[in-house]
């Protein structure tokens, strides 16, 4: 029997990036980790460039509307020491089957997730990867 929770998925993920690999965050079962501005984050540290009024190229709408996170703890960790996104690192775990991941990079874990808000409720942790933790 099919999860009807999940009936909603099929249409979303044809639009998102025509991405057989588009599926809910709640089979993802490891963390993500996303680069923040904020410790703790706040709401704002979790806003994607579409809604920070960031710019971006019309073919990227999509991307541009979700948050890029790793499933790689070490890529995080490297980005956040650029300082370019923020200088923490935040691990969340999520459960929720409405917020959408896509996986965009085997080599570096990068995703993209789409989500209605409320993720830094989902963080577990969060550090200066530069504090060695």
């Given at each position: 029997?099919?999860?009807?929770?999940?009936?909603?998925?099929?249409?979303?993920?044809?639009?998102?990036?025509?991405?057989?690999?588009?599926?809910?965050?709640?089979?993802?079962?490891?963390?993500?980790?996303?680069?923040?501005?904020h410790n703790p984050p706040t709401a704002e540290?979790?806003?994607?460039?579409?809604?920070?009024?960031?710019?971006?190229?019309?073919?990227?709408?999509?991307?541009?509307?979700?948050?890029?996170?790793?499933?790689?703890?070490?890529?995080?960790?490297?980005?956040?020491?650029?300082?370019?996104?923020?200088?923490?690192?935040?691990?969340?775990?999520?459960?929720?089957?409405?917020?959408?991941?896509?996986?965009?990079?085997?080599?570096?874990?990068?995703?993209?997730?789409?989500?209605?808000?409320?993720?830094?409720?989902?963080?577990?942790?969060?550090?200066?990867?530069?504090?060695?933790?």
């Amino acid at each position: 029997m099919t999860d009807r929770r999940d009936d909603w998925l099929r249409p979303c993920s044809k639009v998102l990036g025509h991405a057989p690999g588009v599926f809910a965050a709640s089979r993802v079962g490891k963390p993500l980790y996303r680069v923040v501005g904020h410790n703790p984050p706040t709401a704002e540290d979790f806003e994607s460039y579409s809604m920070a009024g960031r710019a971006f190229p019309d073919e990227l709408i999509f991307q541009a509307t979700g948050i890029s996170m790793f499933t790689k703890e070490d890529e995080a960790r490297k980005l956040a020491r650029s300082g370019a996104l923020g200088t923490y690192v935040a691990e969340l775990h999520i459960d929720d089957p409405r917020i959408l991941v896509a996986p965009e990079s085997d080599e570096t874990g990068h995703v993209t997730v789409w989500a209605f808000g409320g993720l830094e409720k989902s963080v577990v942790r969060c550090f200066d990867p530069r504090d060695g933790d």
